[in-house]
């Protein structure tokens, strides 16, 4: 509820956006009572200082999301090994990313051939672009489990004058999700990307029993060119591969 007062509006603002991974600004004014143009304002200053970020889906958390949702750190080198191997098998990059349940992030480990090192670390696609969404497997690999964020893409599309293309980036999910992995396909640019979803699951603790499974949501995924391996050699090895890295613990 809004106290009225400017720390308390900015933390419901922050804790209407951590709920909803990406919220519109009406969304956020319904759930904090705060009128719309104070919102926009602490929004805006809020994205100018970092800590939240604006997309054509609307508000999400900037640099908190990196703080609030990480890998459990005694999982990444066995990460890192699994992932070397899926790159020594296909070549291009290897990546990991462990927020498959929320919006799209940059990859929590990513591993490549050398000459791609550079292109990883300054050209991996803006997680905030529509294009990442409708246009690769990591995006694809979300929408399963986010169809709500496909409406807000249309929504954007039209305000923008843009065609929407929900129909077919839906079917492109429905294929994934039947044969168990998301593959996509840019021409223009020559490249091929799969991305597998599962959870990890942390190891037990000795001599301590649990019932509470806190189980991770992850996407395991690999980028390669056209000519390096067939498509369905690519899907098939990367979800084989796959199951070691999601299934760890």
Not at 197 to 204: A, F, K, L, S
């Amino acid at each position: 509820m809004d106290d009225h007062t400017v720390i308390g509006r900015v933390l419901e603002i922050l804790d209407a956006v951590g709920s909803r991974d990406y919220i519109g600004l009406a969304e956020i004014t319904v759930m904090t009572s705060i009128p719309k143009p104070t919102v926009r304002r602490i929004a805006e200053d809020l994205v100018r200082r970092g800590k939240l970020e604006r997309s054509p889906l609307g508000y999400g958390l900037g640099s908190l999301r990196n703080i609030a949702h990480q890998a459990p750190p005694y999982h990444l080198a066995s990460v890192g090994t699994l992932l070397d191997s899926l790159r020594d098998r296909f070549g291009g990059v290897a990546w990991f990313s462990s927020t498959s349940d929320r919006a799209l992030t940059q990859p929590t480990l990513a591993v490549s051939e050398p000459p791609l090192r550079s292109l990883v670390a300054t050209a991996w696609p803006d997680p905030r672009s529509r294009q990442t969404f409708t246009q690769t497997a990591y995006g694809h690999a979300v929408l399963a489990v986010r169809p709500d964020l496909l409406d807000r893409l249309e929504f954007s599309e039209r305000r923008e004058g843009i065609a929407p293309r929900q129909a077919g980036v839906a079917e492109h999910v429905r294929q994934g999700l039947d044969r168990g992995a998301f593959f996509f396909e840019d021409a223009a640019s020559g490249w091929r990307c799969v991305a597998v979803r599962g959870e990890i699951r942390p190891p037990p603790v000795p001599h301590r029993e649990s019932t509470q499974t806190n189980s991770v949501g992850a996407i395991v995924g690999v980028i390669v060119p056209r000519v390096h391996t067939p498509a369905h050699e690519l899907i098939a090895g990367a979800r084989a591969m796959s199951e070691s890295v999601l299934h760890l613990g």
